[in-house]
T-cell receptor, first 115, second 113 residues
Framework: AQSVSQHNHHVILSEAASLELGCNYS??????LFWYVQYPGQHLQLLLK??????LVKGIKGFEAEFIKSKFSFNLRKPSVQWSDTAEYFC?????????????FGSGTRLQVQP | EAGVAQSPRYKIIEKRQSVAFWCNPI?????LYWYQQILGQGPKLLIQ????????DSQLPKDRFSAERLKGVDSTLKIQPAKLEDSAVYLC???????????FGPGTRLTVT
């Protein structure tokens, strides 16, 4: 069955620190990959997505993610976090083509950025 | 541009009662999704519509949950009868295409007592 693992449930960083949130998925076929963010009191928002092409994807607010097919990973990165990046981050994956499966979310990583 | 609208925002019911949620997606978005998010977990897809047709309802507990999108625009999700384990936030999302949701609504927080 398709699954998504986010290794860190809670991450605490100081402002200006670099961020990398891990995401691994289990499906072996062709996949579409997503990162969503939920700021406190706000809706889920799409940060970035990968469908094909350049495996390094740039999203909003300075975030980027790299798809490494051999490692089944799609880690989220930001070189320098700000207090306003405090939020919960969800990785999600869906397969494409035949046997298409619903978008599966990870359990989320709560990021706390301290000023 | 107006976002995805949902109502009500909060609902408290007793087990075995019925409840309905409403969603109006972003104008022009053909794909509409209903997700269930239990506290501490990521959202789980309940049903996906493409216009007014069902694309995926494999994770919808069909003995108690139903959903419709009759005119291909707004949608309702119903639970009848509710169980304690249905306590969750119910999220509606939409997108232009079917590759994954691009916009989420604020959700309806359901508490079943």
């Amino acid at each position: 069955a398709q699954s998504v693992s986010q290794h860190n449930h809670h991450v605490i960083l100081s402002e200006a620190a670099s961020l990398e949130l891990g995401c691994n998925y289990s499906y072996g076929g062709t996949v579409n990959l997503f990162w969503y963010v939920q700021y406190p009191g706000q809706h889920l928002q799409l940060l970035l997505k990968y469908f094909s092409g350049d495996p390094l994807v740039k999203g909003i607010k300075g975030f980027e993610a790299e798809f490494i097919k051999s490692k089944f990973s799609f880690n989220l990165r930001k070189p320098s976090v700000q207090w306003s990046d405090t939020a919960e981050y969800f990785c999600a994956v869906t397969s494409t083509g035949t046997g298409r499966r619903a978008l599966t979310f990870g359990s989320g990583t709560r990021l706390q950025v301290q000023p | 541009e107006a976002g995805v609208a949902q109502s009500p925002r909060y609902k408290i019911i007793e087990k075995r009662q019925s409840v309905a949620f409403w969603c109006n997606p972003i104008s022009g978005h053909a794909t509409l999704y209903w997700y269930q998010q239990i506290l501490g977990q990521g959202p789980k897809l309940l049903i996906q519509f493409q216009n007014n047709g069902v694309v995926d309802d494999s994770q919808l507990p069909k003995d108690r949950f139903s959903a419709e999108r009759l005119k291909g625009v707004d949608s309702t999700l119903k639970i009848q009868p509710a169980k304690l384990e249905d306590s969750a936030v119910y999220l509606c999302a939409s997108s232009l295409e079917s590759g994954g949701p691009s916009d989420f609504g604020p959700g309806t927080r359901l508490t079943v007592t």
